[in-house]
């Protein structure tokens, strides 16, 4: 789940002091932030869906025992392998010994995050197979040995001379073939149209599973992930066990909000349905398809009180929509999920311990809330895992004396007046023209780049308890 | 005005809730609370023994601390039947949201906070959607922009009203703020505990505000006043914040 050995406040530093990354940032978010909000609002009824498609979330989850049984049954039966992985580890080296038994020198994989969260290229690679990402930015990714920064968009932290420079030092592009956008694009698809050809076995993610008839939907916008689906002899789909739709009715309430959500497309270029592998008169696909199923920590996730981060479709919109992620981008969660619900998902499958950070990387503002087609309430999960952190005695000992402080005060209401009284005091000890400019310890953090505010002289309701006392002495 | 009540139904007396931040740091926004309500015809009671919401506490995580806050509102607030009117749209939303969750295993508070929740509101929802004023402001002299507080906004639903009231203030001298309901970067603890990124969410938002060249940016939140006037200062800026408060009682 880790993708960088620095501790958080680095991650966020190096973030912060990169003007590259900053203003690619703003300009990619906000980028995408209109194009959702443009799509939303061409859609009639827009609120009644992401409402119809949070009830479906709902009610999948609560019965996800049968649709898997169900999902389970008709992949089998339409020739489908089924393989169940409760941990990362496990999954990575079910796909491994897949391609091994293929004797698979070389594996190409669509774009995918759960493939992303099993450690899958690294497995790969140890057991001696080459593992090529065929989404362009999934590409470029992989080129640079880094991790995607965005779910949907993972070179989102990148600029266009960046990629050039990298194709020109990685892959010996001429200075022609990197000139703009589109001659990167298209080198780099010939460069990945001999993979396909060589590729025993294809990898990808599943963005929705549907439980009746055992499909498979996979969404791209670049055609790769229907090569790597049908090109290779062999099909291994990795996915979560919680991205099942009960029915094919249910999928299309799920496109109708997933690509105006990630992209503000009304629907992806490529919207791929695969049932089963290659029929007898199919005029092409793999000879072979396996289900990997990954629970890795999402069954308990289902069990808790955190079940409801399980309704996510990986649109990324949340991403898009929060001030913190559009600042400090996705390398600095330091987790293969980042933004709000990265900030959710990972300490909530990989434990807590951790990650105590991340729960605490959000002002709260709610744009995640409001951007979720499935109307997740990232802040109140957000919350949770901060009273889940106090409770494991995870809170620093200055906060917590301050807040019991705070609230044994705050219920006495007279005592509480006078200590407001002596806290301005002390404060003016240290201020200039009703500002302090320098607060010591930990809230030396405000005054870094805040003057702070000294309390007025008199507040108001000690000046409502003087009238008083003059009307009736 | 379809929101608009009968002559019966509108509330004669409110209870002010004044907020601990406005309390301590704006007592001037208090009264002039208090005035824009009296003037409007109510009587404003001010339970002397409130004190805070209890956010801060749970923010942090610290719900036992948030729970003990809660209860001492609730206790404070509940007996009197007259709505509660707050000068801040993220109290409001604590006690709307967040109390009768948190008092869940307090079954009679827990209910006394539903009541209170149902009766609880910000000063300028109070003014538009209660009363059905959205003619309570005053033409002012300082061009106005208006930042849209988080909680306020998202909790709350709180848009229309507060911008109906300074656009009346402000008339032709309202400037449009870039980005006006994105998030300044105070987030209570955040602001120290993720220092750093909170500042550079200060920057951008402060740029915005500076861009629209108007004089005064209008809030709805002391939080966010304290925060964005820190930065402000900071940088030297001539522009200053005002609470939506101070723009009714003309004194911005
Ligand atoms: S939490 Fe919601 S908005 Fe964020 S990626 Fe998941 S579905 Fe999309």
Known sequence: M????????????????????????????????????????????????????????????????????????????????????????????IVTTIAVGERARLVVKSKSMVTEEIGLNAALEAAGVTAIETDLGE???????????????????????????????????????????????????????????????????VNFGVASTGTLCLVTNEGNGRLCTSLPRVHVAVMGIERLVPTLDDLGVMLDVLARSATGQALTVYTNLVTGPRREDDADGPEALHVVLVDNGRSRVLGSELAEILYCIRCGACLGACPVYDTVGGHAYGSVYPGPVGAVATPALDGLGPWTELPHASSLCGA???????????????????????????????????????????????????????????????????????????????TASRSFRLPARRTFLDEVARERRKVSP | MMLAMSPTARPRRVQLFVTCLV?????????????????????????PGQTCCGQPALNAGHHDEARRVAAHFVDTFAPDPAPVVAPSGSCVDMVVHQFPALLTNDPARAA????????TYELSQFIVDVLGDDEAAVPVEPSLTYHACCHGLRGLGLDRQPRALVGQAGGANVRPLDEDDRCCGFGGLFAVKMGPISSAMLDRKLEAIERSGADVVVVTDASCRLHMEGGLRRRASRTRVAHIADVLDDRV
């Open chain 1, 368 to 446: 995640c809330r409001d951007a979720c087609p499935v109307r997740l309430d990232i802040p109140r999960l957000l919350l949770l895992l901060r009273r889940q952190t106090v409770e494991a005695g995870g809170s620093p000992v200055w906060l917590r004396l301050a807040l019991r402080a705070h609230a044994a005060l705050a219920v006495r209401p007279r005592l509480y007046r006078l200590a407001v009284r002596l806290a301005g005091r002390v404060l003016a000890v240290g201020a200039r023209d009703g500002y302090i400019e320098r607060l010591p310890g930990p809230l030396a953090a405000w």
């Open chain 1, 2 to 93: 880790r993708t960088s050995p620095l501790p958080f406040v680095r991650r966020v530093e190096q973030a912060l002091a990169d003007p590259v990354l900053r203003r690619n940032m703003a300009v990619g978010t906000s980028r995408q932030r209109t194009h959702r909000l443009e799509a939303m609002a061409a859609l009639p009824g827009a609120d009644a869906l992401r409402n119809h498609a949070s009830r479906i979330r709902a009610h999948t989850l609560a019965r996800l025992d049968e649709y898997l049984e169900q999902f389970v049954a008709a992949v089998r039966a339409r020739g489908g392998t089924v393989h169940w992985a409760a941990t990362a580890a496990e999954a990575a080296s």
């Open chain 2, 112 to 119: 006394a906070a539903r009541d209170l929740a149902a009766r």
């Open chain 2, 23 to 47: 309390d301590a740091f704006y007592p001037e926004t208090a009264h002039a609370t208090r005035r824009v309500l009296e003037r409007l015809g109510l009587e404003v009671a001010i339970p």
């Open chain 1, 139 to 205: 590409f470029v990714i992989q080129l640079a040995g880094q991790h995607p920064s965005h779910i949907v968009a993972p070179i989102m932290h990148m600029s266009k001379e960046q990629v050039g420079a990298l194709f020109v030092e990685r892959l010996g592009a001429t200075p022609e073939e990197v000139v703009d956008v589109a001659a990167m694009t298209a080198f780099a698809r010939r460069v990945l149209r001999e993979r396909f050809l060589e590729a025993a076995v294809g990898v990808s993610g």
